[in-house]
């Protein structure tokens, strides 16, 4: 299992459940989004530089985890379908597989993207992930819904939420 894929099914089993939440505003100026989090959720970091927001339900297992990331595009065209395939493969390597559900455009915070779902496979147990990426004019944002399948309509839910509250700099 590559190290990507071992830190990040072992930060979703590491951490706890979704529950229901009432939205708290984020406006951190350093970001170039605003955006709205369940509150009491916790702030995570898995070492991996990525610029953007990562937070979790709990500390203990296991737990919901969003991440709303983003990175500079640099002047650089931007496929949605390269990102996607870069991003599979960086999470099926060693071990882990992914199988995808669905896939339809979506646009959040008036940014057009691409979304698609899937069902994780690892040998600790099964995930279910919600994927998009949007297509910025200086940035590709990449934000992702990761939970138990037990738990994943409920945390859908909340996501939904979230991504609907978004307001893009």
């Given at each position: 299992m590559s190290a990507?894929?071992?830190l990040f099914v072992a930060a979703v089993l590491a951490l706890g459940?979704?529950?229901?939440?009432?939205l708290v505003a984020v406006d951190d100026p350093k970001l170039p989004f605003r955006v709205s989090l369940p509150g009491g959720w916790l702030?995570?970091?898995f070492g991996d530089k990525a610029?953007?927001?990562?937070?979790?339900?709990?500390?203990?297992?296991p737990a919901t985890l969003i991440r709303l990331l983003y990175s500079a595009k640099n002047g650089a065209a931007i496929d949605l379908n390269s990102e996607f395939k870069k991003f599979e493969s960086?999470?099926?390597t060693g071990g882990v597989t992914l199988k995808q559900q669905s896939s339809k455009v979506a646009a959040y915070g008036g940014v057009s993207g691409l979304e698609r779902q899937y069902v994780l496979n690892h040998p600790g147990g099964q995930l279910r992930m919600r994927v998009w990426y949007g297509n910025g004019a200086k940035n590709l944002y990449s934000f992702q819904l990761t939970d138990?399948?037990?738990r994943y309509a409920q945390a859908d839910a909340t996501f939904t939420k979230v991504l609907a509250s978004l307001?893009?700099?």
């Open positions: 990507f894929s071992r459940s979704a529950g229901a939440q009432s702030g995570a970091d610029a953007g927001l990562t937070v979790v339900s709990a500390k203990a297992p960086g999470v099926a138990s399948p037990t307001r893009f700099r």
